[in-house]
């Protein structure tokens, strides 16, 4: 399973860079950047449109301009190159979608996060059902559950719990481990959201219910932070 604190793009493609000797430094090949770019574009393409089939490496290579042996200098087969693919959409998702601000409060920034988020997945509904419904669909998951757990560590009031100055050890260890469930939760409602197809419910009810699951969960775990984060009650 993918660490939560090393989410990044998943690639082939390594570079050796040693900053305290510049003769080390490998320049990437932008020959290498390019191909890549171009395969992850094929695919995109290709599970946008409606269907279940999943594109071979030829039609992949075809669509992308690329030779195989150019292809498998990236990828080692079709699954890593879709869980590429899926993981660049959604880190783009996540950076389109303005997370809460320190100034914004969290019960009331939440939902309009969690509704743009809903919102972006269902514009492409067919790419991300057939990416969180696969074969790759466990490799996916796991690199999404990550990505969402390092999010609520960095902007939800776990981070205060996880990054405090008289935080043991222990306690951010517990810290992480439960931002991992609630990111775990999270993705298995919106995937059963998704493939729910036509019958799914309107973003705006799946959305203030899972904001709803965010919010109590981050109260239950830390409600000295998320008291702190509350609004001031009216007069």
């Not at 998943?10 to 290498?32: F, G, W």
């Not at 409060?105 to 809903?118: F, K, S």
């Not at 939760?185 to 009810?205: E, F, I, K, N």
């Amino acid at each position: 399973m993918h660490s939560f604190t090393d989410v990044r793009y998943l690639t082939n493609v390594k570079e050796s860079r040693r900053a305290s000797d510049p003769e080390e430094i490998t320049v990437p090949d932008p020959r290498l950047a390019r191909s890549r770019d171009q395969l992850i574009a094929a695919i995109t393409a290709a599970l946008d449109r409606p269907g279940d089939d999943q594109p071979s490496i030829t039609e992949l290579c075809t669509a992308a301009g690329v030779s195989r042996p150019t292809f498998y200098q990236h990828f080692g087969d079709v699954p890593s190159l879709l869980e590429a693919a899926a993981l660049e959409r959604m880190h783009a998702l996540f950076a389109a979608v303005t997370p809460p601000a320190a100034e914004d409060d969290w019960e009331t920034a939440v939902p309009r996060v969690v509704r743009g988020l809903l919102s972006g997945l269902l514009e492409h509904a067919d790419f991300y059902r057939r990416a969180l419904n696969g074969g790759t669909a466990r490799s996916v998951q796991e690199s999404v559950v990550a990505f969402l757990a390092q999010r609520l560590l960095t902007f939800s009031p776990l981070a205060a719990a996880s990054a405090g100055a008289g935080a043991e050890a222990g306690d951010r260890a517990r810290v992480e481990r439960f931002a991992v469930l609630l990111a775990a939760g999270t993705v298995w409602l919106v995937v059963g959201w998704l493939l729910d197809g036509d019958a799914r419910r309107p973003v705006s009810a799946a959305s203030a219910d899972i904001a709803e699951l965010l919010v109590t969960g981050v109260a239950a775990h830390h409600p000295a932070a998320a008291v702190a984060t509350a609004p001031a009650p009216e007069k």
